[in-house]
């Protein structure tokens, strides 16, 4: 039995930001641009990776989310507060620079970590933690 992961969630505010941030500072594919229900769902992902998708949908998309929790989703999103995601380069540093370049709020320059790989630290422009890491060269 083989299982490998097809896709991932992200929340966003505003699609056109998150775009601008995805696919002309990442580099990533623009794969699916959705409309429903006057909800925008955006699938994006690395050319490098054509079976991984990392939808970009608004926070608490479930249709059966109550006002309070829509609210207090965007609340959440508009701290930071939701999960983040890991991304791996062979290159940090120039991924850093790339993504420092494009005015991103950086969290964390590259370092090495001791757990073995050279990380960095961005939010995206809905408040998404995003690191980036690399194994450590030996």
């Avoid at 490998?4 to 794969?31: M, N, P, T």
């Avoid at 939701?82 to 991304?87: P, T, Y």
């Avoid at 790989?117 to 995003?130: E, I, T, W």
Wanted: hydrophobic share 40%.
């Amino acid at each position: 039995m083989d299982i490998k992961l097809s896709q991932c969630f992200i929340a966003v505010d505003d699609h056109d930001k998150a775009l601008a941030f995805y696919r002309d500072v990442l580099g990533f594919e623009v794969r699916n641009d959705v409309g429903f229900e006057g909800m925008r769902w955006v699938t994006v992902g690395s050319p490098s990776q054509p079976d991984v998708e990392i939808v970009l949908e608004p926070p608490a998309a479930d249709p059966n989310a109550s006002p309070a929790d829509k609210q207090a989703m965007a609340e959440l999103l508009a701290k930071g507060m939701l999960r983040g995601v890991i991304f791996a380069t062979d290159d940090v540093d120039a991924v850093f620079e790339r993504i420092q370049a494009s005015g991103a709020e950086v969290l964390q320059e590259p370092v090495d970590q001791p757990y073995g790989v050279r990380d960095c630290a961005f939010r995206d422009p809905a408040g998404n933690m995003l690191r980036f890491n690399q194994p450590r060269k030996k």
